[in-house]
T-cell receptor
Framework: DSGVTQTPKHLITATGQRVTLRCSPR?????VYWYQQSLDQGLQFLIQ???????AKGNILERFSAQQFPDLHSELNLSSLELGDSALYFC?????????????FGPGTRLTVL | AQSVTQPDIHITVSEGASLELRCNYS??????LFWYVQSPGQGLQLLLK??????LVQGIKGFEAEFKRSQSSFNLRKPSVHWSDAAEYFC????????????FGTGTRLTIIP
């Protein structure tokens, strides 16, 4: 158990809908990262927040947004969903903001868009 | 831009046999290198990482990896695999500074046969 929790575990929704994925980092960790894992794209970094502020952005679509709250949990919002958004979404946390910090991954949220 | 290649999509080894998973990276300077393992239905777990110093890095679960600058490689090895090692293995590269985040390879699926 990494100490990172993600809810829900599974999510099934329809195209055009909006969903919110939630992540609670390990106790004491200030950084939260979001990744998307799909069969065709592999594991892709989406975005990082550090202590409430956006720190780094990867291949995140404009339809997607994230935020980190004062209690350090984070939410990833996916809107106008398309079939291609079906994937496993991972959250990871680390103590600091550096890319060299060990990232601890949550179990993921499997999103299915029908 | 940084990139990482895992040339083997799927490897099958017998229990007790030795293992080597290949990873090649592309980066302008010496990057930070990581190996993660993903068991079925789980998030990623860090096996080991290389930043500098001794090019042979020891990790958890009996794994080790060797950084070879001349070959731009960071291959993962284990002298004797166990059935519980069956999983997907990801190599990742990250810059030693800046906001660019980890880039993951496409993964190598390891199957263990009795």
């Amino acid at each position: 158990d990494s100490g990172v929790t993600q809810t829900p575990k599974h999510l099934i929704t329809a195209t055009g809908q909006r969903v919110t994925l939630r992540c609670s980092p390990r106790s004491g960790d200030l950084s939260v990262y979001w990744y998307q894992q799909s069969l065709d794209q592999g594991l892709q970094f989406l975005i990082q927040y550090y202590n409430g502020e956006e720190r780094a952005k990867g291949n995140i679509l404009e339809r997607f947004s994230a935020q980190q709250f004062p209690d350090l949990h984070s939410e990833l919002n996916l809107s106008s969903l398309e079939l291609g958004d079906s994937a496993l979404y991972f959250c990871a946390s680390s103590g600091g903001a550096a890319s060299t910090d060990t990232q601890y991954f949550g179990p993921g949220t499997r999103l299915t868009v029908l | 831009a940084q990139s990482v290649t895992q040339p083997d999509i799927h490897i099958t080894v017998s229990e007790g046999a030795s293992l080597e998973l290949r990873c090649n990276y592309s980066y302008g300077a010496t990057p930070y290198l990581f190996w993660y393992v993903q068991s079925p239905g789980q998030g990623l777990q860090l096996l080991l990482k290389y930043f500098s110093g001794d090019t042979l890095v020891q990790g958890i679960k009996g794994f080790e990896a060797e950084f070879k600058r001349s070959q731009s490689s960071f291959n993962l090895r284990k002298p004797s695999v166990h059935w519980s090692d069956a999983a997907e293995y990801f190599c990742a590269v990250g810059p030693p500074f800046g906001n660019e985040k980890l880039t993951f390879g496409t993964g190598t699926r390891l199957t263990i046969i009795p």
